[in-house]
């Protein structure tokens, strides 16, 4: 009988996604997934309820936001992924070669300083 809140366990990547909403397309960081849901990093404006469609690599799922906060949103699926989406994901993953959060946060603070971006 697993214990906590989910069922499964959550594969931890780091991977370049995209939300898409009826509105407009986002650029984030796919953090972690499992079979149910996946948690996020964005700097984008979503709301709990918004249905969304999480696109990375060749796959992509329909689902809904569950929580946002401090620039992660979780996310829980409206069908769970095939297992097999889930170790392609883990290959793509040993694959990827995004910079850790130390080397993006120091990117934002000099984006920051340059007044390229906003926080």
């Given at each position: 009988?697993?214990s906590?809140?989910?069922?499964?366990?959550?594969?931890?990547?780091?991977?370049?996604?995209?939300?898409?909403?009826?509105a407009?397309?986002?650029?984030?960081?796919?953090?972690?997934?499992?079979?149910?849901?996946a948690?996020?990093?964005?700097?984008?404006?979503?709301?709990?309820?918004?249905?969304?469609?999480?696109?990375?690599?060749?796959?992509?799922?329909?689902?809904?936001?569950?929580?946002?906060?401090?620039?992660?949103c979780?996310?829980?699926?409206?069908?769970?992924?095939?297992?097999?989406?889930?170790?392609?994901?883990?290959?793509?993953?040993?694959?990827?070669?995004?910079?850790?959060?130390?080397?993006?946060?120091?990117?934002?603070?000099?984006?920051?300083?340059?007044?390229?971006?906003?926080?």
């Open positions: 009988m697993p906590g809140r989910r069922s499964q366990s959550r594969l931890r990547v780091r991977l370049p996604a995209r939300i898409e909403t009826l407009e397309d986002f650029q984030v960081i796919l953090a972690d997934l499992s079979g149910n849901g948690r996020f990093l964005t700097d984008a404006r979503l709301a709990p309820g918004s249905e969304v469609v999480l696109a990375w690599g060749r796959h992509e799922a329909f689902g809904e936001v569950v929580w946002c906060a401090h620039n992660q979780g996310l829980a699926f409206v069908e769970p992924l095939d297992r097999r989406v889930l170790l392609d994901t883990r290959a793509l993953n040993d694959a990827a070669q995004l910079p850790d959060d130390r080397a993006m946060l120091k990117q934002i603070a000099s984006q920051w300083v340059r007044g390229v971006r906003r926080l």
